[in-house]
């Protein structure tokens, strides 16, 4: 429970943070005091706020706050992102600025001409006509040449000079050309931003690409050459994807007429009751030698008993923590699977059980790992494991989110290789949070295995 509660605040935190930032760059940069600077101070607390409230309302029925909550998720991202990058050659044009600033405000010294001849030659103080001085008829006066006195104290009665001017002080350069330049890096902020985000939910929404790939596998019959797996990942039906979206993807599944069907986790955001009816569809999955699944993190947040027995009720195999022979054309393959690594110390399920799935089998088969996450392959290495087939990274699902991804899993997207075991990674079908998906459109993969 602490646990949880510390966590809670360091993301209330961050988020806090994030907005204090866009506010400084989006709102105090680019106004000046007045009522639009408190206007988007407001506007800016109440979708930082909205971000917390979404994350927490949707899990409790509240659907509705999806699309605006998560659409300003991703929108916030790459305004941050966006901004950031922006920051050093907002800093170097500041540079520039000040510097011009700087030279702007040193006078030029007048040109002094040198006699040559007496025709050129400038006359001496001498030769001038003789001006008396015109004493002020008192302190502070006009003077005859039509300046002031001096004040009683002594000090200077020259006129300040005005901030921006020339004759300002060299620290900074005109307030109206910083004020223009702030101006310039949020517009060409937020359009980019609405741009890829409008891209990207566009992407998102859209039905999934199908790519295909070969993988040998040295102990592969060669009877068996050319078995085909259909692999899904990260469906993610919830508040934004429903039905018709399970439907789209059994029917792209359907026509790969595939030797095998495999849900490698995170099928649902939500309980049994909640979108059973939206899971109803993959009853109608066809293969010639069956349809598996294994659990992801997000079953664990959604009820994972009550969508195990759901997932068997509609004609999937579950494997958990188990293995199942695959006889086909006349040879035989091990496909195990284990239960998604989050599923340790939940007590909700048993635990990733990866000699459970793999010991005691013949060596000489060759064995298909599903597995939620792809950093389960340095267990499975282990075990000689020749392929594993994950999900969970989406690949990333929005650039350049996907280079953090690398810091937590070996492989985030496609074909790979870790300890010796082949590592294949699908970028998922759904999406989680932001309806958006940049440099990680959704996919159904057909795995080909090849012989030798």
């Keep these: 429970m602490l646990a949880m509660a510390t966590f809670l605040g360091v993301v209330v935190l961050v988020i806090a943070l994030i907005h204090y930032y866009l506010w400084r760059r989006l709102v105090r940069d680019t106004t000046r005091p007045g009522r639009w600077r408190r206007t988007g101070a407001v506007a800016l607390t109440v979708l930082a706020v909205l971000i917390p409230v979404t994350m927490a309302g949707t899990r409790s029925g509240w659907y509705w706050l999806a699309w605006p909550g998560y659409l300003w998720l991703a929108l916030m991202f790459y305004l941050l992102v966006l901004l950031v990058v922006l920051e050093v050659p907002t800093a170097l044009a500041r540079f520039v600025l000040r510097r011009r600033a700087r030279s702007a405000a040193v006078p030029e010294p007048e040109p002094t001409l040198v006699g040559v001849g007496a025709d050129t030659a400038t006359p001496s103080t ?45 620290t900074d350069h005109d307030p109206s050309r910083r004020l223009l330049l702030a101006r310039g890096a949020a517009i060409f902020a937020g359009l980019t931003a609405a741009g890829l985000t409008g891209y990207g939910v566009r992407t998102a929404m859209g039905p999934p690409q199908l790519d295909r790939v070969r993988i040998p596998l040295a102990k592969l019959p060669r009877s068996m050459d050319g078995l085909r797996i259909a692999t899904v990942s990260d469906i993610h039906l919830g508040p934004l994807r429903g039905r018709a979206h399970t439907e789209r993807i059994v029917s792209m599944i359907n026509k790969l007429d595939a030797d095998l069907v495999a849900v490698v986790g995170d099928l649902v955001d939500g309980t049994v009751a909640e979108l059973g009816e939206a899971a109803e569809p993959l009853r109608d999955l066809r293969s010639r030698y069956g349809s598996f699944f294994v659990t992801g993190n997000h079953e664990y947040y959604s009820g994972v008993e009550e969508w195990v027995r759901e997932v068997d009720r509609l004609g999937l195999r579950v494997l958990q923590n188990e293995r199942q022979e695959i006889r086909a054309r006349g040879g035989v393959l091990d496909l195990a699977g284990v239960n998604d690594v989050s599923a340790d110390g939940t007590g909700l399920a048993a635990p990733a059980d990866y000699a459970a799935a793999l010991r005691d089998r013949d060596p000489s088969r060759p064995v298909v790992l599903l597995a939620h996450q792809p950093v389960a392959a340095h267990e499975a290495a282990k075990f000689g494991v020749d392929l594993q087939l994950s999900g969970h990274t989406h690949g990333g699902q929005i650039v350049p989110f996907n280079l953090a991804v690398k810091l937590e899993q070996p492989v985030v997207s496609g074909l790979g290789e870790v300890d010796g075991t082949k590592v294949y990674v699908t970028n998922g079908a759904g999406f989680w949070g932001p309806p958006v998906r940049v440099g990680a459109p959704p996919q159904v993969t057909l795995v080909e295995l090849r012989a030798p």
């Design 126 to 170: 001498a030769d001038r006509p003789a001006t008396p001085p015109t004493a002020p008829d008192r302190v502070g006066a006009p003077s005859a040449a039509g300046g002031t006195g001096t004040p009683p104290d002594g000090t200077s009665s020259a006129t300040p000079p005005v901030e921006g001017s020339s004759t300002a002080g060299t």
